[in-house]
């Protein structure tokens, strides 16, 4: 039987509209605007020096340092910048390392009833290929993270830590903070435990999670998991993936790990521990405010 001719439906003119969009906002002093206002309202019943750089700044500084501009190459952006827009004061490349370590990346989630998938994936401590870590015998771990994703390829959380960084109790973690935007979990076989599906059933939160094959049908007091291990073998794998959309557990998870790592890098060039997990998490939501923003 001959195969169908695959079809590609994607609209490359607006792909390519939305691709030109990623460069301005990359280069857009857009904290210019709100600079004033904003920093009157940080140092509101504030003690001591007050701030003179506004946090639309910082996130700006954020954004490009993810695209991997070290701090020295972002004051001389700013240097160049400056004479265009009225001579704004310039911070030290010292003062922009400390104000974006200390930046807390917030993931807006505006939708309810979202479908969210949850998986986990490493980030590597340095630019470092694997033929290095073999000749030399250099081994400094790597980071690892955690995402609850929506099938729009938004970010709704994450969780960053080492590489002993536990994914089920991450994602139910998520789970527990977004409960109130989620509707149904897409998770991989990983996460076939009572203790997910106990929380699934509690947060009232349908899970469409893969089924191991020699799973038993005893409820061993989660009845949730017991109906969906039923489902699950009454209508076999294939079936089951079409009729509960398991397949766009995809576009929530891999999908992101790879637009992140493409866009702003696989590795970290932070040097203290706190500061890599930061700078891991600020790559993903710097996808997540590219993404809405373009």
């Not at 960053?160 to 089920?168: I, S, T």
């Given at each position: 039987m001959k195969k169908?001719?695959?079809?590609?439906?994607?609209?490359?003119?607006?792909?390519?509209?939305?691709?030109?969009?990623?460069g301005e906002f990359y280069i857009n002093p857009r904290f210019l605007s709100t600079w004033l206002d904003e920093v009157k309202e940080m140092n509101y019943k504030?003690?001591?020096?007050?701030?003179?750089?506004?946090?639309?700044?910082?996130e700006f500084l954020a954004i490009l340092h993810a695209k991997s501009f070290d701090y020295r190459a972002l004051q001389g952006i700013m240097a160049a910048l400056?004479?265009?827009?009225?001579?704004?004061?310039?911070?030290?490349?010292?003062?922009?390392?400390?104000?974006?370590?200390?930046?807390?990346p917030e993931f807006k989630v505006e939708d309810s009833s979202l479908i969210v998938g949850t998986d986990?994936?490493?980030i590597k401590v340095s630019n470092r290929g694997d033929w290095v870590r073999e000749k030399w015998k250099v081994r400094k771990g790597w980071i690892k993270v955690v995402i609850l994703g929506d099938t729009k390829g938004r970010?709704?959380?994450?969780?960053?830590?080492?590489?002993?960084?536990?994914?089920?109790?991450?994602?139910?973690?998520?789970?527990?903070?977004?409960?109130?935007?989620?509707?149904?979990?897409?998770?991989?076989?990983l996460h076939d435990c009572r203790d997910t599906?106990?929380?699934?059933?509690k947060l009232k939160i349908e899970p469409v999670i893969k089924i191991r094959k020699n799973a038993s049908l005893k409820a061993r007091s989660s009845f949730l998991r017991k109906k969906c291990v039923i489902e699950y073998k009454k209508l076999g794998h294939k079936r089951w993936v079409k009729q509960k959309g398991y397949g766009l557990r995809w576009l929530a998870t891999e999908g992101i790990f790879s637009a992140v790592k493409r866009i702003f890098g696989e590795f970290v060039t932070s040097k203290k521990v706190r500061n890599m997990y930061n700078e891991a998490k600020i790559k993903f939501w710097a996808y997540n405010e590219l993404l809405l923003n373009c």
């Open positions: 169908k001719k695959y079809e590609d439906k994607r609209n490359w003119i607006l792909y390519n509209k939305k691709l030109i969009k990623r504030k003690e001591g020096n007050p701030y003179l750089y506004p946090n639309s700044m910082i400056s004479p265009k827009f009225n001579n704004f004061p310039i911070m030290s490349y010292t003062q922009m390392c400390r104000r974006v370590n200390k930046l807390t986990g994936s490493g970010i709704v959380d994450v969780r960053v830590g080492n590489e002993d960084l536990e994914e089920k109790k991450s994602s139910r973690g998520m789970l527990r903070k977004n409960k109130k935007n989620v509707k149904k979990l897409l998770g991989d076989g599906f106990d929380l699934c059933d």
